[in-house]
């Protein structure tokens, strides 16, 4: 009947998921902000490969994913190269570059007539 024997029962980690998911239910969404600090280069192929399935490919990359045990996970595996920060709202490519973008340094008031 069943195919191996993992489908039994639940385990620890199937009732904590489901735990989780009622709480951040509640609670409204968070997010895990990811940026790549240092390089993966010349590290083992395990590591690079875990920064290649969080999307992070070039370093000052930043990418958001939602608060769950599995991220959590992967960014333990990479928690020397990487700065980690939970936010309310993941920010679009677009916001992010808004807010990097430097204050020019002077502000027209009312434009000259032509």
């Known amino acids: ?17 489901t735990l989780y998911a009622s709480i951040t239910g509640l609670l409204g969404m968070a997010f895990f902000k990811i940026t790549l600090m240092r390089s993966a280069i010349g590290l083992p192929e395990k590591t690079r490969g875990v920064l290649h399935a969080l999307g992070l490919r070039k370093r000052m990359r930043t990418v958001y994913y939602p608060v769950s045990p599995e991220v959590a996970g992967q960014v ?6 990487v700065a980690v920060s ?8 677009a916001e992010q570059h808004q807010m990097r973008k430097p204050d020019p340094g002077y502000y027209i008031e ?4 032509r």
């Open 86 to 93: 939970e936010v309310d709202e993941a920010l679009t490519k």
């Open 1 to 17: 009947m069943y195919p191996c024997r993992a489908h039994r029962f639940k385990g620890p980690a199937e009732t904590l998921g």
């Open 110 to 113: 009312k434009a000259m007539p």
């Open 76 to 81: 333990m595996k990479v928690k020397e190269l």
